[in-house]
């Protein structure tokens, strides 16, 4: 933490080598954010770029107040997610698409992923929760943010995470095991 | 936490291999290195600093030509006691409807004595009566410029 201060303060300086660090630090975990969230390679790479780029060029403004770097970033990934689905006029409904089409539409390096049948259905799955209770569990339990950093990523106190968090958890379980289980 | 919760967050953590592509992350990092860095718009706060003074110096300046201009009475606790406000209002309207009375009263005298004189005397439409008056009227409205009609008017006002 304190070296990723550090960094931050060197970045804000303009020095592009530490920004650098920082970009190879949270880079993976923003694009799998933004991929799990849009599900398409491309436009994940293209708004994991936005965000990287807008942070490198806003990062004067960003001020040290307690709040991790990762926060900051996964708040402008938000927004860009958002913005997708606003301006985004051909999006096809993942429920539309058969398993099949799902697997072939998927790009060369998550296919290698999805030939796990259990994982194209949960990432299937978590496309039908709602925006905030997906950034929650992609948060938490796919890029291992404690529940402090997720309140101050999305702008919420820890108990309503904990409640998102439960209520996700328990419409994952609906929808991919269904009422019996 | 049940079986069931354990094995999604289990699947869930297993999404961890997603991974960007190499070329993609090396593209990326290029492209962001080339773009310039936004600069705080420092110079721009001096400006706004002597806009906010401006303002401030404005509003106290207002303040104090009001406080020192304005002659308005101050408000005493007696101006809203309803028991005063009523006595003066009853009083208020005492007081013009005397002076309406006495207005007619006066205007009736002078209608009446004007009337009479009409009725009982014609002379003034006596041409002789007329033409004195207008005479009278003409020296008053133009008086002689004669320079010794003057000094003796100064020597009577003088003596």
Known sequence: MKDEKKLVKKARKGQAEAFGLLYNRHLPAIYRFIFLKVNHQQDAEDLTHQVFLQAWQGIKSYRLKGFPFSSWLYRIASNKVVDYYRTKKTYIELEYVSEENLAESDPLPQKKIDTDLDLALIKKALKKLEPEQQNILIMKFVNDLSNQEIAQAIGKSLGAIRVIQHRALKKLKNLLYGQNK | ?159
């Open chain 2, 1 to 159: 936490m049940d079986k069931t919760n354990k094995e999604i967050i289990e699947q869930l953590k297993r999404l961890k291999n997603i991974q960007p592509d190499i070329a993609f992350v090396q593209n990326s990092w290029r492209l962001i290195l080339t773009s310039p860095v936004s600069q705080p718009k420092i110079w721009f706060w001096p400006a706004k600093l002597a806009l906010a003074l401006t303002l401030i110096f404005l509003l106290l300046g207002a303040v104090y030509f009001t406080l020192i201009f304005n002659n308005k009475p101050t408000l005493s606790s007696n101006n809203f006691n309803s028991q005063f406000l009523t006595k003066e209002f009853d009083n208020l309207a005492i007081n013009i409807q005397f002076q309406e009375l006495s207005y007619y009263q006066k205007i009736n005298q002078v209608i009446a004595s004007a009337l009479v004189e009409i009725s009982q005397s014609n002379n003034h439409l006596n041409p002789q009566t007329l033409k004195n008056e207008g005479e009278k009227l003409d020296q008053l409205l133009n008086p002689p410029q004669n320079p010794s009609h003057i000094e003796e008017l100064l020597n009577k006002i003088i003596l």
